[in-house]
């Protein structure tokens, strides 16, 4: 389908940045938002953002299904927020000490979070799970590490995804079992034995390029009775799902609590900020354990993390997704239904993952994202997406006009493939 | 010597808040800020800052040679540098993808530093050097990392100054040698053979606790003749002391270029951001390396990198610090002569290390500044400071003010000292 007028300018705009991102930045772009992990149409830059709304080179705007990968829960420019990150921004960021809202931030995760008796701040999701892991060794004197299989816990040497210029002894004591499987978790913890440090789990099966999976209670209470039985730590990283699920953290509905956890990207709503809340036993260790950065204690992150972790508790945020993950994931099985579509909807509905039966090359679902995208509803084929809480029932409706055409587009190719086959 | 009523004041402000911090926060503090490392009396907290100027939270005033522990390169607040961040700010900040800034601070780096053909941008200096080892690794096929005895490259497990928590594996691949030691790094370089993947050396020796040391320019041509040798990597850490010695890179003036560099701290002005430039030759393993962070891409620390980096161009800011940190030194070195005092001043002048001769346990170092603190000037006894390009004479005067009562204090007690030792 050819593009239209002003598609075709988007296009111009925006690959006259990426051929000059080409020449100064290795492959364009880096990491999870370089667009070459896409099908082709998706912008690579963005002029601007409000709300639930991204705008691109060209000026068109979007629905953002993404958030920016999830920090902004309850949208970009949220004015509480912003008041008062400008507010602490007019007194001081980076200081050479830490500014008064650093310790009522850390109160405020600790009241928060059921789990938490204490907390430190860094920048990265990466961050976190490194300190956790470095905490959890630290405190039980072990080594092993079990993780899920294809789970991504951040892009430091121990658990990036790309093995390049990855040692072997980065990954010496990792551990691997699958999730929600409890025997192989078992497995896993006896050839770690005495030298199990943690378990580090996701707060669900989130995995790129697959179907979702909520942890089920038996695999959440026995990653719990394993680590109480081996001393060993249960690390949940909440980096993706925190603050999104439930503000007290993704397995309070299990009543399973963690012991060490890693927080990030919706803490702050958009601004720079990861945690590490813990349990008192891991206290000391946490204090032995050397772990800094230049930025560590900027005060202006901490005032947005204040008034975001405020008004998510305050107005419903979270309830607030889940309706509008309802409506999204209501409105596309009707849609799914009508076109005779095998659509599989997966994950919390406020992190949606919208997959497409028997597509295990994504040849659907790269239809079906590009028609959405045509139509300004910016979605993902293979990574789950985020709500936020500026989403409204007539930007899901916008979504929903979107993927009704595409869904079209997706059926008539899914006919003309069956036609070809017929005729084969 | 009691504390006076403002510094009284200061005390139960700040002390307050340390005893609040000390439930929530492992410790009251992590990290390179936390003053439990530091004599008694320095205030943990800060209420704003400006310019060069720091305020408590008793709004005691001090000029600040620490400038954040090095980001505040213009001075706090720069209004060219916030100007930036605000217009960035009204537009977008972190997205579901970069803003054109992005393409726009990546070219204005790659034409500043003569090494880079390009640049990735990340947040921590940890980050940076991670990566820059990784990077490395991947171009090169090797696992070798030839590391300064004593150097701090940042506080992941691989390298962080504590080895709570830390495996053995963790540094598996890690030889040392003697910063400045020509003979060290040759046998260093034997030991890994043809395993060597790259040797990482600081911009000088700014090791905490010691006289910091320039680098001879035999041990710079040495870094890079064995590096050429071997096809390893010449990573410079230029994260302290990068743009407050020379724009290009703080070993242009020994006309020896690394193929990588990690950077930080200044390149924003105290916004978050880290970079890491490297040759054509790393290119591809940098695009093949997974590095990513949830805020990797956020616009406004690009927009104020950018601010920074004109108007250190334009305005010969780092000329500036040179005279300002000329005129402290001089300044420092008449007083101790006056005074009778053996004061070791060492570093780059703008990036100025006070120690005191045969003070191996920092009894002169800590009264020394807990004095000038007394007084209004916020210095450290034992990790180098920073100037910054909004100290201007009458704020070095004012510091000198304060040093000069400080050493009359020192003096006294060296005086004490000997008498006690005469009498013994």
């Known amino acids: 389908m050819a593009p239209d007028d002003s598609s075709s300018r988007l296009l111009s705009q925006d690959e006259a940045l990426r051929a000059r991102a080409l020449k100064v930045i290795p492959g364009g772009m880096w990491g999870h938002m370089n667009v070459a992990r896409l099908p082709p149409g998706y912008p690579q830059f963005f002029r601007s953002a409000s709300g639930c709304r991204l705008r691109d080179m060209a000026g068109t705007e979007y629905v953002d299904l993404m958030c920016g990968y999830g920090p902004i829960v309850l949208g970009y420019g949220d004015p509480d927020v912003e008041a ?5 921004r007019g007194r001081g960021d980076l200081m050479t000490g830490p500014a008064e809202c650093q310790i009522e931030l850390a109160e405020l ?7 938490a008796d204490w907390v430190l701040f860094a920048k990265n999701g990466t961050d976190a799970t490194t300190a956790c892991v470095t905490i959890a060794r630290a405190g039980t004197q072990r080594r092993k590490v079990l993780v899920a299989k294809g789970s991504y816990h951040g892009a430091a040497p121990w658990c990036t995804p790309s093995l390049a210029g990855v040692t072997a002894e980065d990954r010496a004591h990792i551990l691997h079992f699958d999730y929600n499987d409890v025997p192989s978790l078992e497995l896993a913890a006896d050839e770690a034995g005495c030298d199990l440090a943690a378990v580090l789990v996701t707060a669900f099966k989130h995995d790129v390029r697959r179907h979702q999976e909520a942890p089920t209670p038996a695999f959440t209470h026995a990653v719990r009775r394993i680590c109480n039985a081996a001393g060993a730590a249960l690390i949940l990283d909440d980096v993706r799902a925190g603050f999104r699920l439930h503000t007290g953290g993704s397995w309070e509905p299990y009543g399973v609590r963690p012991d060490l956890c890693a927080w990030s990207k919706a ?21 032995q354990v050397y772990v800094t950065g230049s930025f560590w204690c900027s005060a202006v992150p901490m005032a947005a993390a204040i008034a ?13 997704m889940e309706a509008m993950g309802h409506r999204l994931r209501d409105g596309l099985e009707a849609q799914a239904r009508a076109h005779d579509i095998r659509l599989r909807q997966t994950g919390p509905v406020q992190m949606p993952m919208i997959m497409f ?28 997406m985020f709500l936020c809480a500026a989403h409204q029932a007539d930007d899901i409706d916008r979504v929903l006009e979107a993927t009704n055409e595409a869904l079209k587009q997706v059926a008539a190719l899914v006919d003309r493939r069956q036609s070809a086959k017929a005729v084969q």
């Open 109 to 115: 995760v600790v009241e928060t979070i059921p789990h």
């Open 267 to 287: 803490i702050a709503n958009g601004h720079p900020l990861a945690a590490v809340t813990g349990t008192d036993r891991f206290r000391d260790a946490a204090q």
């Open 308 to 320: 975001t972790i405020k008004k998510l508790r305050a107005t419903g945020a979270i309830a607030t």
């Open 84 to 88: 008062a990150a400008t507010a602490q």
């Open 357 to 384: 039966e028997d597509d295990p090359d994504f040849v659907l679902g790269y239809r079906f994202v590009q028609e959405a995208l045509r139509r300004g509803a910016y979605m993902h084929p293979w990574h789950n």
